[in-house]
């Protein structure tokens, strides 16, 4: 990851220089309700989007009153000229623009505003497309919404009076961001209350909100109840949501634009990592892992069963049938468990490791059931059925347990006295963060 040298600002926007407002407009007086505290870091991820780029910076020239302190910060995954074209354009803003170019898209789009969020400066912060389909005119009334409300989070609808989808193009897609909507409430009916489009990417969040979870800090309380950051794809509304539980959320309508230029980055694979997102998000609750587990564990008995078929059908002994067949049930509830449940902890330990540690959990799950049963009716004097049930039920939580405390903890390291051990490579977070400060200055 690199930060470009600083862009600096052009004082030649239409504004002048920040510290002398224009002309007031209906806009200027509506950012007067916004306190001096109120300062809005403009976050924008951007991955070959050179096309886009100047008019962007113009409509945001145009549209955040002077009054207001305002700076941008480009997040970019380009292989395109995007970041020569971005210091190029910058030298007509009267705000500050700064280029954060990341070497490893890790995260995707989400994983971009991530690093946005950790080297933003100003208590508000507004993420938005570079593509214009998010109107720049709008980021001084998510801003001027927020202090007017009190609220944590901000979000740009097209789904409440005064708001369209119109820049969806074609009934696939609107079907398709419908879809995704109304998924997305089902499965988070309290986190996402007072929030009509989850799916949105134009949004404004305080920064006291995603502090603890980014690790930026801002001060005693922030960040309340907030877990870590895990992004996978573009939704990044919906991680923030989620996992920061931002307080009192409000809404600004907004008309979802045609794209400016270029592609759109909205595929069939960004739609199964948003997909792989919902289960890592629904299942990061112990009790919601267990229950996802037991289901995989059901549907297991499916390939069990046809090997089971096929063994005997082929002259097999019944009894070793049944081994070989349990173990191919094992193999698919691994493969379920590596991509639906527990994919972000597979770089603890080596695949076979992984492999070799489950099938013994699993096998051993045969040779505790029956002697179980046994003392449930025997000691206990249940019948067989209930006694099978309980058993189950017995060996269904501990191989659950087992399974993620011996397959999918990470690995306990070693350190001398007063020896700190963090994972991740050094040099990140803080060190970013003031350089990306020093950028702007």
């Keep these: 990851m690199s930060i470009l040298p600083p862009i600096g600002t052009g004082g030649h926007g239409t504004h002048g220089e920040r510290g ?127 202090e007017r409300a009190s609220a944590d989070l901000v979000v740009a609808s097209r789904y409440i009076d005064g708001g369209s989808r119109a820049g969806l193009a074609g009934g696939y897609r609107i079907a398709v961001s419908r879809s995704a909507t109304w998924l997305t409430k089902s ?16 949004f404004a969040i305080r920064r006291s909100a995603v502090a ?55 595929t069939a694979k960004e739609g199964l990592r948003f997909l792989r997102h919902l289960v890592e998000l629904r299942t990061a609750a112990p009790a919601a892992r267990m229950a996802v587990f037991g289901l995989i ?34 193999l698919w509830n691994f493969l379920l468990i590596e991509t639906l449940l527990f994919r972000n902890r597979r770089t603890h330990r080596h695949w076979a490791d992984r492999v070799g540690r489950f099938a013994l959990l699993a096998n051993a799950d045969l040779l505790l059931r029956i002697p179980l049963i046994a003392l449930f009716v025997s000691r206990l004097g249940m019948g067989v059925l ?27 390291q070693r350190a001398g006295r007063g020896t700190v051990v963090r994972e991740g490579k050094p040099g990140a977070g803080a060190d970013r963060v003031e350089s990306v400060r020093e950028a702007s200055r």
């Excluded at 009894?319 to 191919?328: F, I, K, M």
């Excluded at 099978?388 to 306990?412: D, H, M, N, Q, S």
């Design 297 to 330: 564990g059901l549907t297991g008995f499916v390939p069990n069963l046809l090997a089971l078929y096929g063994l005997t059908a082929a002259g097999m002994h019944y009894l070793p049938a049944e081994v070989l067949a349990n173990q191919s049930g094992v």
């Design 20 to 146: 002398e407002p224009g002309p007031e407009t209906g806009r200027d007086l509506e950012a007067a309700a916004v306190a001096e505290p109120g300062a809005v870091t403009v976050i924008i991820p951007t991955y070959n989007e050179s096309g886009n780029i100047r008019e962007l910076l113009r409509q945001l020239t145009d549209a955040v009153p002077a009054r207001l302190p305002c700076e941008v910060l480009f997040v970019d995954d380009s292989t395109d000229d995007t970041p020569a074209v971005i210091a190029s354009a910058a030298q007509d803003c009267p705000f500050p623009v700064d280029v954060l170019h990341r070497d490893e898209p890790r995260g995707g789009l989400g994983g971009a505003v991530v690093e946005g969020l950790k080297a933003a400066g100003s208590d508000w912060i507004v993420v938005m497309d570079a593509d214009l389909q998010h109107p720049p005119a709008l980021v001084p009334d998510l801003v001027a919404a927020g």
């Design 212 to 266: 603890t979870a980014t690790g930026a800090g801002a001060g005693a309380g922030a960040g309340k109840g907030t877990e870590a950051l895990r992004p996978l794809g573009y939704k990044i509304l919906l991680e923030l949501a989620v996992r920061c539980r931002p307080e009192r959320p409000a809404e600004v309508p907004f008309v979802f634009r045609d794209r400016f230029a270029g592609e759109s980055k909205s």
């Design 386 to 412: 209930p006694a099978t049930v309980c058993g189950l039920l017995a060996t269904f939580v501990l191989r659950f347990v087992g399974t993620e405390a011996l397959v999918y903890l990470p690995k306990r």
């Design 187 to 202: 499965l988070f009916p309290r986190r996402l209350r007072g929030i009509s489009d989850p799916m949105s990417g134009f």
